[in-house]
């Protein structure tokens, strides 16, 4: 069964993307392990905790709103 990416794992790839960090650096800089953010990429994970959300928006620099939106 194919996975839809979410709103949020199409940001967070686009944000990562326009900042020049990998899967890897993001999931150092938030703090989360790197399948982690494989997964929520890729749609295996469609909803990451708030916890999650809230960390790798830090990580790029953004509020959370612009994850979601």
Do not use: C, Y
């Not at 949020?8 to 326009?18: G, H, M, P, T, V």
């Not at 953010?37 to 994970?45: H, L, R």
């Not at 999650?52 to 928006?57: D, E, G, P, Q, R």
Request: no cysteine.
């Amino acid at each position: 069964m194919p996975n839809e990416k979410t709103t949020i794992a199409k940001n967070i790839k686009k944000l990562r993307k326009q900042r020049g960090l990998s899967q890897d650096k993001l999931s150092k800089l938030a703090d989360i392990s790197h399948n982690t953010i494989i997964k929520i990429e890729s749609g295996a994970i469609q909803s990451p905790t708030m916890d999650t959300a809230h960390k790798i928006a830090k990580a790029l620099g953004v509020s959370l709103d612009d994850l979601i939106k």
